[in-house]
């Protein structure tokens, strides 16, 4: 009888400690999210409880494992940012979903009917990284390189993944140096964040010759599941070729593109 009685006892503990345990994971992955992808800086111990809302002992204890085990980073002034085992996770995930295989064929597509370069790229604060890039077959075109970077506020690809971010993310782009690349680049946060919510309402977003002289770019986002972008492609080329009027028609075409993109990595409107 005393065996049967203490069963019920076990269970209870067992089932206790797994909620426990549960709770301890999401609290985990609450503070990582706050720290490696709401952030845009390495952030205090208070600043981690104030945003998470979790008690103070609770953060310390699991700000400290989540560094002992490199998912985070403590600096030299006791603040924490994203540890080297998250960026080995993230290219490990484009290695296994592999955005390129998605968008490499629609990104032939657009080429082939435009003649201008398509370029693939993704978000890595404060740049975008061209990951992809489809040569226009013209003997004049834009000089560009797979692994290059350039500024979010200043390229098609970058301005069609700004748009779509985070009001944080915008928000640390907006008060840095905007600099001047070009006569036609946009250098006050006012006129940014008027160009980025034309950019929202559209769906595309231009370059007028922003970033490098004499090329003009088109770009949208590709979004993940979650409704993010995690990628971005663009139509670039000379500004003769590429000109104001033409963008009506290329815009579209871009956006359809991306969309299709999105739709087959899980994205779901």
């Known amino acids: 009888m005393m065996a049967k009685v203490g069963a019920p006892r ?36 208070i600043d981690v409880v104030a ?18 085990k490199g998912l985070l980073r403590v600096d030299d002034q006791g603040r924490y940012g994203p540890g080297a085992l998250l960026l080995a996770m993230g290219m490990n995930f484009l290695k296994q979903t592999d955005i390129r295989s998605f968008a490499r064929p629609r990104m032939e597509e657009l080429t082939k009917s435009t003649l201008e370069t398509c370029h693939l790229g993704i978000l890595q604060f404060p740049w975008v990284v061209y990951l992809e890039k489809v040569e226009s ?17 200043c390229t098609g690809l970058g301005k069609a993944l700004l748009a779509f971010s985070s009001s944080d993310l915008i928000d640390s782009i907006c008060s840095g140096e905007l600099e001047a690349r070009t006569a036609q680049t946009i250098t006050t946060a006012d006129q940014l964040r008027e160009d980025l919510e034309q950019i ?44 104001i009027d ?13 969309l299709d993109v999105s739709y087959r990595l899980g994205f779901n409107n």
């Not at 990628?231 to 003769?240: D, E, M, T």
């Not at 033409?246 to 991306?258: C, K, Q, Y």
Request: glycine share 10%.
């Open 10 to 45: 076990v269970g209870a503990q067992g089932a206790g400690e797994a909620e426990n345990a549960s709770r301890s994971v999401l609290r985990s992955i609450k503070i990582l999210e706050t720290v490696a992808l709401h952030s845009q800086e390495p952030v205090r111990l």
């Open 137 to 153: 077959p013209l003997a004049v075109r834009m000089h560009s390189e797979v692994g290059a970077m350039n500024p979010l506020y």
């Open 246 to 258: 033409s963008i009506s028609h290329l815009g579209p075409m871009v956006a359809e593109a991306a």
């Open 51 to 68: 945003r998470t809302g979790l008690p103070k002992t609770t953060c310390h204890r699991l700000l400290s494992v989540l560094a002992e």
């Open 200 to 243: 929202r309402a559209r769906g595309y977003s231009l370059d007028d010759v922003e970033n490098e002289e004499g090329i003009r770019c088109v770009g949208a986002p590709i979004f993940g599941h979650d409704g993010l972008p995690i990628a971005a492609i663009s139509l670039a080329g000379p500004a003769n070729r590429i000109t």
